[in-house]
């Protein structure tokens, strides 16, 4: 059957809606409720001519270049004011960590510096004071670019540098910070590994505008900031094909989706987006209800009961957790399910968690939750996770010593509406 229409709604990094418009389909929509990953997913999604984008890199650099040298003795004498001169431990929370700005308002303001940091909650905690000098820098030399798509494609490069270049320990969605050893061997290149990006994501998009120019095909791309289990922006029944991952479970236990781009949107300026709604983010992805005496059971998968059962008789309050999550799953496909044509396929990537040592079957869970829905089975894939950016192991107890290994591999449900 032709595709006309596909749906992605839990976008994230836009990748469904970059392989659509390869693929040639005329309308697309994409859906999260994260900030950032909307603002990825227009770009990636929107083809920018390499002639385009070089010349906004060969002005941004010139200006980012300039600005360094005449902010240098700035930027290399921070960190000696304040460990030296202030007698300040930069690698402490207490101390330099939660008050980093009103340290930072007073060196800048001795310099005559006209630099503004963002003021937001422990950011010491997160930055070394060069780094957060040589961020702003950048941020600022941005700022004086046209506005357009090409602006938005180089705040995608800064805002992955952020997480770079920050205290962040590699390999963690949730935000844990370098100990305090490796902190003082941490000495980033920011312009650097600014460069680094940017030329990279440059080199991709002259890739994907080479692809979507031999075509000729110009796609129309819609990015909607809905709940997955509401979905209005797309009319009934006129989707093709979906294809997604939704979260592996809710984001204060699992894979905290918000807190991974915390930082990253905390120094973007993007519209709306203020350090009290990034922080609830996760709070309003699935399973972000709370069942703390127990729950009324009231879904249509035999496989989610009795793992539940098992669970409940340890941690009721993990439970309730757990069946919050796959409540608001049910009515996402509920949803989601109203949106596509008869005959329309679904992709579901799915990966299955372990809570209390019991292994949720997600991919068995949400065939037997879909029949409801007038979905078949069609059939599962199994794969290994590409680029897991995770702990090889977590604590699924929260029991001190007991770990198991996290998950390595997901399912790809193929559901057919009937």
Not at 49 to 62: K, P
Not at 133 to 152: A, F, H, V
Not at 300 to 316: A, G, N, P, R, V
Request: some cysteine; aromatic content about 8%; charged content about 25%.
């Amino acid at each position: 059957m032709p595709i006309e229409t596909l749906l992605d709604p839990f976008a994230g990094s836009g990748t469904v809606l970059v392989e659509g418009v390869i693929s040639g389909v005329n309308l697309i929509y994409g859906n999260d409720l994260n900030p950032l990953a909307r603002l990825i997913s227009k770009v990636k999604s929107n083809p920018i001519s390499s002639e385009r984008l070089r010349a906004i890199y060969n002005q941004l650099m010139m200006a980012i270049e300039f600005e360094m040298s005449m902010q240098e003795e700035i930027r290399f004498s921070v960190e000696n004011y304040l460990t030296k001169h202030l007698g300040l431990d930069i690698t402490a929370k207490d101390g330099w960590g939660n008050n980093a700005i009103e340290y930072m308002k007073v060196f800048l303001l001795d310099k005559r510096s006209e630099l503004v940091l963002p003021d937001f909650k422990n950011i010491g905690y997160w930055h070394r004071p060069q780094v957060l000098i040589e961020l702003q820098i950048i941020k600022d030399c941005i700022r004086k670019l046209p506005e357009g798509l090409e602006k938005n494609f180089v705040w995608i490069a800064f805002s992955e540098i952020i997480r770079i270049v920050s205290n962040r320990r590699n390999g963690e969605f949730k935000m844990f910070r370098m100990t305090p050893d490796k902190l003082k061997k941490f000495n980033p290149d920011v312009k650097r590994e600014f460069d680094d990006v940017l030329k990279r994501n440059i080199e991709k998009m002259s890739a994907f505008y080479d692809v979507c120019d031999k075509s000729g095909v110009k796609p129309k791309v819609t990015v909607l900031a809905e709940n997955s289990m509401v979905l209005d922006g797309v009319p009934n029944e006129s989707v093709d094909l979906m294809v997604t991952s939704p979260p592996y479970g809710d984001s204060r236990t699992t894979v905290a989706y918000g807190e991974f781009s915390k930082l990253s949107l905390l120094w973007l300026d993007l519209d709306g987006v203020s350090e009290k709604s990034i922080g609830a983010i996760d709070r309003t992805l699935m399973g972000g209800k709370k069942y703390r005496n127990g729950f009324e059971y009231t879904l249509d998968s035999e496989t989610l009961q009795k793992s539940l059962e098992t669970i409940k008789d340890i941690d009721i309050e993990r439970a309730g957790d757990v069946f919050s999550f796959y409540d608001e799953l049910d009515r996402a496909i509920s949803a989601i399910s109203n949106k596509m044509k008869r005959g329309g396929y679904q992709f579901w990537v799915v990966g299955n968690r372990t809570v209390k040592l019991e292994n949720l079957l997600t991919d068995k869970i949400l065939i037997e939750l879909s029949r409801k829905y007038g979905l078949t089975h069609v059939h599962s894939i199994g794969r290994n996770i590409p680029n897991k950016v995770m702990p090889l192991q977590n604590s699924p107890t929260n029991e001190t010593g007991v770990k198991v290994t996290t998950m390595t591999n997901e399912h790809i449900v193929i559901l057919r509406k009937l």
